[in-house]
C-alpha cells in the first residue's frame, strides 16, 4: 500500500495554513491560503477543498493518497456535532457545520477541534510533548491560550471552554481589564499585548531611564520583543517586567501543576520565542509555588513545533478518530 | 445469576471502613474495623479478609457472590503496579505492595486508587456529580485533599500528584508555613485547622469582640464549626473569617475552572458541612473570577456521599475494571 496522508488544516482570521503530513506526524508539504472572511465566510471550506485539490494536482498526485481532514479553528467548538459555536471574526454564523460543510465538498473524513488544542495536540505527537499523555500547552501570543490533554485526550470540560489559561485570574484586585469582561486576567499580562501594556504604563508612571525607555522615547512605542531583548543586556527596567511577567506566568502554571501533574507543560507563541530568559524565570517562580512531588516530575519547555503546531495536531485528530 | 456484590475498601490512619454494594453502586452492608498500623502494617490487608470472610458467613452468603475488592489508600499510589509509595502513618514501608497481597489473601480481583481520587469516583457514579464526565472534587477536612476527573476517568498525572488541590497556592507572600514545606497553600486557609488557625491569629492581634471571641475566650480555643456557626447568627469577626476562606477557595477553584470546565464542582469533607453559608459565599467569589463560558456552565454543589464516598468509589474501580 503507498502511503497515506491526512491534510491538517489550520485556520486563522487571515491566513489558512495547509499540510499534507503522514502517519508518523511529518509535514511532506505546507502553503497557505488568505482566509476570506466576505459573504458570511461561504467561501472558506470551498477555498480550502479547492486549495487540496489544486495541491494534488501540483504534485502529480491521486486523491486516494488522502485518508482525511483533521482542521482546527478559533473559538469555542462542539466537536462532536462537528460544528464552531461562534467566530466573530470569520463571517460565520454561530453553529456554523463546519464539518459538514467540508466533508460534503471533499467526500473526506472530517475532524475539526479548536485551534488552541490542536497546537496542544500537535506537540503532544511530535513537539517538545512527544509522548506524554499529560500535557499543557501555554500559547503566548497576541493572547494567552491553551490546550489541556489528560490520559491522552484533549480535556474539553463541559462547555468546551476547558483550557482557557489565559483568563486565570492573576491579580484578584486592580487588575487590567481584559477582553473577556473580567480583569486582571493572566492574558493582560503575559501575552505580547499585555507585555507592552505594562512597559507603557512604567513609562507613564516614573521617570523611567535605561534602553527600553530609550527606545519608547524614540519611537513612541515599545515590543514585547524590545522587552526581552533589552532585559538580556541588562536593562533594569526591563528585567523588572520580565520579572514580574515570570511571577505571574510561574505562579498559575505551578498551580495548574498541582491541579494536573502533567509530564509537561510547553509554552509556545511569538512570546515564547524570547528563549531561556523567559524560560529560566518562569522556572525559578513555578519552582517556588510547586508542591514539592510536582516540582520534582512536571517539567517546562519552550514548544518546538512553532507555526506548524495547528497542522500537525489536527492531521492527529484523524489518525486517533481511525485509530492508525 | 444472583446479584453480585463489590467490595469496597477505604483504609483510614486509625479505621478502615469496608462495604459491599452493588453494581449499581448501592451500599447494601457497610462496617469499620481498626486499622491496625503494628509490626510494619503488616496485620492491615490480612485484617481486611478476614473482616471479609467474617461479614460473609454473618450475613450467610457465598463467597462467590464478590467480583472484585476496590480499595483506596491514602498517599500517592501507582495504580498500575498496585503500589502505594509511601504512606508514613500505616507503618508500611515504601512500595508496599498493597494490591498483590490483598489479591493473594482473598484470591479477588483487586484494584487500588488513592482515596481521595475514590471519593472523586464515589461522587462521580453515585453523588453530587452524579454521572459527570468533568467533575472536580475538594475535601475540605482536616487537610484539604482533591480529586480530579476529566473525559470520566482519573487523573494521576505523571507522578501520581495531580489533585493535589490543597497545595495550590493561595497566598504567594507571607502565607502561614504548610506541612508540605510550602507556605500560603490553601490547605493553610480552608482547611478545618486553616480555618482555627485563621481566628487565633485574630484573637491574638486583635482586640476581638462578640460571641466568637467569647467561645475563645471561655475555651481557650474554637472549631472550624464555631466559626460557622456564629457566622451564621450575624458575629463580624466570624463572617470575617468565613469571607476569607470563600475567597481563596472561590479564587483558586474559578482558576482550576477556567482551565478544566468541569461540569461540577463537589465540596466535600467535615468542613462542608457550613453548608449554604460556606457554599454560597464560594460561589459568590467563583463567580467573580471565572471566564464566562466557564461561569455559565461549571456549578459549584456540596458532596451527598459524606463518608461514604470513598468505598463507593473504590467499588467503582472493579466495575470500571470488568467493564460492567
Known amino acids: 500500500m503507498s502511503e497515506q496522508w491526512i491534510v491538517g488544516v489550520d485556520l ?4 489558512t495554513k495547509l499540510a499534507f503530513i503522514n502517519l ?12 476570506d472572511n466576505s459573504d458570511e465566510g461561504q467561501n472558506i471550506t470551498t477555498n480550502i ?23 482546527g479553528a478559533p473559538g469555542p467548538i462542539d466537536n462532536e456535532k462537528g460544528v464552531v459555536l461562534n467566530v466573530v471574526n470569520l463571517g460565520w454564523k ?49 493572547g494567552v491560550g491553551g490546550g489541556v490533554i489528560a490520559n491522552g485526550n484533549i480535556v ?35 501575552s505580547a499585548t499585555g507585555i507592552v501594556r505594562l512597559a507603557e504604563d512604567e513609562f507613564s508612571n516614573a521617570e523611567a531611564k535605561g534602553q527600553l525607555a530609550l527606545i519608547f522615547a524614540e519611537n513612541g512605542r515599545v515590543t514585547a520583543k524590545d522587552v526581552f531583548d533589552c532585559a538580556r543586556k541588562g ?61 520534582e516530575s512536571t517539567t517546562l519547555a519552550l514548544a518546538t513545533l512553532g507555526n506548524d503546531a495547528g497542522v500537525i495536531g489536527a492531521a492527529w485528530l484523524i489518525k486517533n478518530k481511525l485509530s492508525i
Open 12 to 15: 486563522g482570521g487571515t491566513t
Open 49 to 71: 477543498a479547492n486549495a487540496i485539490d489544486s495541491k494534488l494536482v501540483e504534485l502529480k498526485e491521486q486523491k486516494a493518497k488522502l485518508i482525511g481532514i483533521g482542521m
Open 235 to 295: 536593562d533594569e527596567l526591563a528585567k523588572k517586567l520580565v520579572d514580574e511577567v515570570a511571577f505571574h506566568l510561574g505562579f498559575a502554571l505551578a498551580n495548574i501543576a498541582n491541579t494536573l501533574n502533567p509530564e509537561k507543560i510547553v509554552l509556545g507563541g511569538g512570546v515564547s520565542r524570547a528563549g531561556d530568559i523567559l524560560l529560566d524565570a518562569v522556572k525559578e517562580n513555578f519552582s517556588m509555588y510547586a508542591f514539592s512531588a510536582v516540582r
Open 24 to 35: 508518523n506526524g511529518e509535514i511532506l508539504h505546507k502553503w497557505e491560503i488568505p482566509t
Open 156 to 190: 474539553r470540560g463541559i462547555n468546551g471552554a476547558a483550557g482557557e489559561i489565559g483568563h486565570i485570574t492573576s491579580k484578584p484586585f486592580g487588575g487590567a481589564p481584559c477582553n473577556c469582561g473580567k480583569s486582571g486576567c493572566l492574558e493582560t499580562i503575559a
Open 94 to 142: 454561530d453553529n456554523f457545520p463546519l464539518q459538514e460543510s467540508l466533508h460534503s465538498l471533499t467526500d473526506l473524513p472530517v475532524e475539526i477541534e479548536n485551534d488552541a488544542n490542536c497546537a496542544a495536540l500537535g506537540e503532544m505527537w511530535d513537539g517538545a510533548g512527544s509522548g506524554a499523555r499529560d500535557l499543557v500547552c501555554v500559547t503566548l501570543g497576541t
